[in-house]
T-cell receptor, first 113, second 110 residues
Framework: DTAVSQTPKYLVTQMGNDKSIKCEQN?????MYWYKQDSKKFLKIMFS???????INETVPNRFSPKSPDKAHLNLHINSLELGDSAVYFC????????????FGPGTRLTVT | ELKVEQNPLFLSMQEGKNYTIYCNYS?????LYWYRQDPGKSLESLFV?????AVKQEGRLMASLDTKARLSTLHITAAVHDLSATYFC??????????FGKGTHLIIQP
């Protein structure tokens, strides 16, 4: 059983296109996140989403928008893709509580050409 | 601004040796997490440290937390090749997500 799943695993697209990455968790968690890992392996939080409350990292361009159809899903939509968007994007989830331990999806490697 | 600093960022060591990775954080959150990442893979949760003096051990890895010093350590005992990976510490959690250190790339050589 996959706890946090993402699709697609790889995504190659051209500049200017719009793309989406899907994330689903079956852990019953109430908070979901998107992280970006760049070519130097630096990991940075992009968004968190809890009970319809969206917290956005202020450094994230507004071309990125998370969409949550329900508690188990948090999709990432990216408009007008740029070369600098190339990275690995990880979805994660946690349960609101003392530990907030986060479980990560397998990642989506996005390459913009 | 929340910062998490790891050192060293790169570590090459021989099997059988002991070593420690350090993680300093500047945040009001005292939740500290250690993750492992293998090349091309996702992040695997190793330890969750929630209180001052917390110590957790799993196999050859032991993590500790000193909230007064805002310092966590990951100690490797008698390293083996299978422990080669990138190790991240992170602080925060909750609605604001995790702030990660830059990672320690660990290579263990025979």
């Amino acid at each position: 059983d996959t706890a946090v799943s993402q699709t697609p695993k790889y995504l190659v697209t051209q500049m200017g296109n719009d793309k989406s990455i899907k994330c689903e968790q079956n852990l019953g968690h109430d908070t979901m996140y998107w992280y970006k890992q760049d070519s130097k392996k630096f990991l940075k939080i992009m968004f968190s989403y809890n009970n319809k409350e969206l917290i956005i990292n202020e450094t994230v361009p507004n071309r990125f928008s998370p969409k949550s159809p329900d508690k188990a899903h948090l999709n990432l939509h990216i408009n007008s893709l740029e070369l600098g968007d190339s990275a690995v994007y990880f979805c994660a989830s946690s349960y609101k509580g003392r530990s907030y331990e986060q479980y990560f999806g397998p990642g989506t490697r996005l390459t913009v050409t | 601004e929340l910062k998490v600093e790891q050192n060293p960022l790169f570590l090459s060591m021989q099997e059988g040796k002991n070593y420690t990775i350090y993680c300093n954080y500047s945040t009001t959150s005292d939740r500290l997490y250690w993750y492992r990442q293998d090349p091309g893979k996702s992040l695997e949760s190793l330890f969750v440290l929630l209180s001052n003096g917390a110590v957790k051990q799993e196999g050859r890895l032991m993590a500790s937390l000193d909230t007064k010093a805002r310092l966590s350590t990951l100690h490797i005992t008698a390293a083996v090749h299978d422990l080669s990976a990138t190790y991240f510490c992170a602080s925060g959690g909750g609605a604001d997500g995790l702030t990660f250190g830059k990672g320690t790339h660990l290579i263990i050589q025979p």
